[in-house]
């Protein structure tokens, strides 16, 4: 870029950003934000209130399956004509809270709850920028986000009940509304909102990929990015890769639905009546489902991964073991994640030979995923570690991410998976390795950087409390159903009565409904601890992890714009933690080596040389000022 | 020595790469991209199990692709006037860019008229299904494009594009090149693949 043109642009930001920063009024200050940190902190709100709903969810069915003759009358009040009179739930109804259970989670809390709020948070704070590249996107994607949950929510009251085809809304099932009362209007609200979903998450991925690559302050070249935003940055290119393609599969299925294509239909007869679609293809939705669908699975963890290697790294006071392995290992599973999507669809006639190098491939993913786990596990290994909550969630991550994984590599068998699919064995694996470890990873940054969010601390012994009745409780609800899932329970029935075999278990699934009881119980006080905390809880020091990174150089309670004065240059990595030689056993990323000549190694005092070429750089300041 | 070297390498790494708007813009091409290369392969997926309808092009998709290449040349040509300032040139190069985008979108739907007129049907096999939603997809992206194209058109009247300020123009003319790449890459596929 020439000079004039680059003159041109710095030019364009400051008259961009000035007209609308000058005396911001309410709603754009707190609605209609475009400042980065309260756009992440309107998503972990609605994150939250969205957890609370679809975690409720999830009791109400785990009573259904644990006490099939339990009265629930008592839900009557909130639930109304979907309890029958004689206290019974609906069967459509337990259909449609299993499949909003599984939306809301994954896409609503684990996508846009978790990227939505670490990667609007931490990306302009960790890389040195004043705010994403575009602050007006940033905050569409978060009105879209609002919009998508308007919808899906006011589907939950509809006569006919929300969706209830699972949250893979397979057709024929989600196609005829005459297949269940839900995939009438509940269908159309959910596509209608998961389209409006799509559209939020790319363009805040779109801004995140952007922001990481040219908003990086001077002297952060990607080898000296945190692991957080690189991991951040991963997730949003396999959303902008991956989402398009639910788009297109959830528009293909609209015109099957309203125009009355046959895109994946065929041969269907309804009360012996042949439906006029022919020609369809009920395999190619699967197809394209899964090629957004195991990529998503990796949206949703890699956050949580990325998260936890910033805080146990801080946390054990040692350098990252393997940083660049790290990223290698999160490319790789990033690659191969686009390449293995037929492994759950193994069971639907596919040629064995194709199953098999699926397999393979699929297999390979635990060669990444192993590195992983190692790399943690070093990093903790004889580490001064600090069991602050966000540590204790990130190490239970890791544990999750490992017996998940696990159970993942049985699954990949495709031998093994004619039997496992679909049962309970296959929930208890994505829950472990998915849902859990995710959530972790949530709480984990929720308790690490609350104090960079609202400037005051958590209470730490009740995040420690939080911490081992879910720890605990996770295990006992999901290390049973493992066995559930191999004696062959099928996943979305509603009871398990018609079979014999199923009745030995009955105690078993009882067990795991009380467990999932108990953890959901553990999460008010999480509940409590975070909105006390953001009014009544101390006050945060500047650093209170004494952590590397750069948003702890910024003011306490940043303001639009991030820091006062210039931006703050990056001369090292983020992980100069308990150097040999240094004064402080840890080593922000904006001190220069010149400074720190006690501890510096010998190539490092050769970068000294650089520094006056670092300092000097500042072209990358969007606005000059914070305000 | 060394430490000269170290500096000779690192002294270029100024870390802003590219203009973000312009880079927003290329990361929002791939997801087009990845929403056509989507449809495309459900298109072979499909293909490939049989019970396909066959049927030839009308020969109107010829003539709109030439109308949309030649669009694509001016554009060219409004964003070299532009450079040079020379805004005659310039306005009258945008307007042509804009008329033919309007006349490649009426003669895709004459296309349609005449695809009906066959007995193929947007409801019926999907081989015709999928023939009408590539052309809807495309012409729905070719209408966001007018729009962005009326914007710089507006601009270029009041004389706002000139050399000292081709942002706006240069991101008009890439996203129409884009969308005239895209229909001859979906135009030589149906041939194809018909
Ligand atoms: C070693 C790594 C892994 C392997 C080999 C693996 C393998 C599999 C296989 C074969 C299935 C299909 C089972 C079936 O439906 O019959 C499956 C399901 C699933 N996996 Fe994994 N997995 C791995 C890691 C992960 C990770 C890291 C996540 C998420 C972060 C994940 C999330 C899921 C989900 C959500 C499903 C179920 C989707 C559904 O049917 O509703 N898996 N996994
Ligand atoms: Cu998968």
Same mark, same amino acid.
């Given at each position: 870029m020439s000079a004039i043109e680059g003159l041109e642009t710095a030019h364009h930001h400051d008259t961009e950003h000035e007209h609308h920063h000058e005396a911001p009024n309410f709603w754009q200050k707190y609605i209609f934000s475009e400042d980065h940190k309260v756009i992440a902190k309107q998503y972990l709100i609605t994150g939250i209130l969205w957890a609370v709903i679809g975690i409720s969810m999830s009791i109400v069915f785990r009573i259904q399956l644990g006490f099939q003759d339990a009265n629930l009358s008592w839900l009557k009040p909130v639930l109304g004509g979907w309890i029958s009179d004689s206290g019974k739930l609906d069967p459509n109804f337990y259909l449609a809270l299993v499949t909003m259970h599984g939306t809301i989670m994954v896409f609503f809390v684990l996508t846009a709850g978790l990227s939505g709020t670490f990667s609007n948070f931490l990306i302009p704070l960790q890389i040195g920028a004043r705010d994403m590249a575009s602050g007006f996107m940033n905050m569409l994607s978060y009105w879209f986000f609002f919009l998508a949950s308007v919808i899906m929510f006011a589907s939950l009251f509809i006569q006919t009940g929300p969706a209830a085809g699972g949250w893979v809304i397979y057709p024929p099932l989600s196609a005829l509304p005459q297949a269940h009362p839900g995939s009438g209007l509940g269908m159309t609200l959910w596509l209608a909102s998961m389209a409006f979903f799509i559209v939020s998450q790319l363009l805040g991925g779109i801004n995140y990929i952007t922001t990481v690559i040219n908003l990086r302050t001077r002297g952060m070249s990607f080898d000296r990015l945190p692991l957080t935003i690189w991991a951040f940055l991963i997730t949003a290119v396999l959303g902008l890769i991956s989402f398009p393609v639910l788009l297109s599969s959830v528009l293909l299925l609209i015109f099957d639905r309203h125009f009355g294509t046959s895109f994946y239909l065929s041969d269907i007869y309804i009360n012996g009546e042949a439906l006029p679609n022919v020609g369809g293809s009920p395999i190619l939705f699967q197809h394209l489902f899964w090629f957004l669908g195991h990529p998503e699975v990796y949206i949703v963890l890699l956050p949580g991964l990325g998260i936890t290697s910033e805080i146990i790294a801080t946390n054990s006071r040692k350098p990252i073991f393997g940083y660049r392995a790290m990223i290698a290992s999160m490319l790789g599973i990033a690659f191969l994640a686009f390449i293995v999507w037929a492994h759950h669809m193994f069971v639907t006639g596919m040629n064995p030979f194709l199953g098999s190098v699926f397999m393979f491939l699929t297999l390979i993913i635990a060669v990444p995923s192993a590195v992983k786990g190692f790399n943690y596990i070093t990093t903790l290994w004889r580490g001064n570690i600090v069991f602050t909550p966000g540590m204790l969630f990130s190490i239970g991550l890791v544990s999750l991410f490992v017996s998940g994984g696990l159970t993942g590599i049985i699954l990949g068998n495709s031998a093994l998976d004619i039997q496992l699919h679909d049962t309970y064995f296959v929930v208890a694996h994505f829950h472990l390795v998915m849902g859990a470890a995710s959530a972790f990873g949530l709480f984990a940054g929720v308790y690490h950087w609350f104090p960079k969010m609202f400037g005051r601390m958590m209470n730490n012994s009740l995040g420690q409390i939080h911490f081992w009745l879910t720890f605990i409780g996770i295990y006992l609800v999901f290390i049973p159903m493992h066995y559930v899932g191999i004696a062959?329970?099928?996943?979305?029935?509603?009871?398990? &009565?018609?079979?014999?075999?199923t009745n030995k278990f009955m105690d078993m699934n009882m067990f795991i409904s009380v467990a999932a009881i108990f953890t959901f119980v553990a999460q008010f006080i999480f509940l409590w601890n975070f909105f006390y905390s953001i009014f009544k809880g101390r006050k945060a020091p500047q650093n209170p992890w004494r952590s590397? &990174?750069?948003?702890? &150089?910024?003011?306490?309670?940043?303001?639009?714009?991030?820091?006062?004065?210039e931006l703050p240059a990056v001369y090292r990595w983020s992980y100069d933690y308990s150097k040999p030689g240094a004064k402080e056993d840890f080593i922000p990323q904006n001190i220069p080596y010149s400074q720190t000549l006690e501890s510096n190694f010998p190539h490092e005092n050769e970068l000294i040389a650089t520094e006056k070429a670092i300092e000097s750089q500042n072209f990358n300041d969007q606005f000059k000022n914070a305000h | 020595m060394e430490s000269i070297n170290y500096k000779v390498e690192k002294e270029?790494?100024?870390?802003?790469?590219?203009d973000p708007m312009k880079f927003i813009l290329w990361l929002f091409l791939v997801s087009i991209i990845m929403l056509f290369a989507s449809q495309t392969s459900a298109y072979l997926v499909r293909r490939a199990e049989g019970n396909w309808l066959e049927f030839e092009m009308p020969r109107i998709f010829w003539y709109s692709t030439v109308v949309l290449l030649i669009s694509s040349i001016a554009m060219q040509w409004a964003y070299f006037a532009a450079k040079k300032d020379q805004f005659k040139q310039l306005k009258i190069a945008i307007s042509i860019t804009f008329v033919l985008g309007l006349a490649f979108l009426w003669m895709q739907f004459e296309g349609w008229k005449q695809l009906v007129a066959m007995n193929v049907y947007f409801v019926g096999n999907p081989s015709g299904s999928f023939f009408y939603v590539f052309t809807g997809l495309h012409g729905f992206h070719i209408i966001s494009g007018l729009i962005v194209l009326l914007f710089s058109w507006m601009a270029a009247f009041r004389l706002k594009v000139h050399a000292k300020n081709l942002r706006r123009i240069q991101i008009c003319a890439t996203y129409w090149h884009f969308l005239d790449i895209l229909w001859l890459y979906l135009f030589v596929f149906l041939l194809t693949f018909n």
């Open positions: 062959g329970f099928p996943r979305r029935y509603y009871q398990f &009565t018609s079979y014999d075999f590397n &990174t750069l948003e702890w &150089t910024a003011p306490i309670n940043p303001g639009h714009g991030n820091w006062e004065g | 270029p790494q100024e870390t802003l790469a590219m």
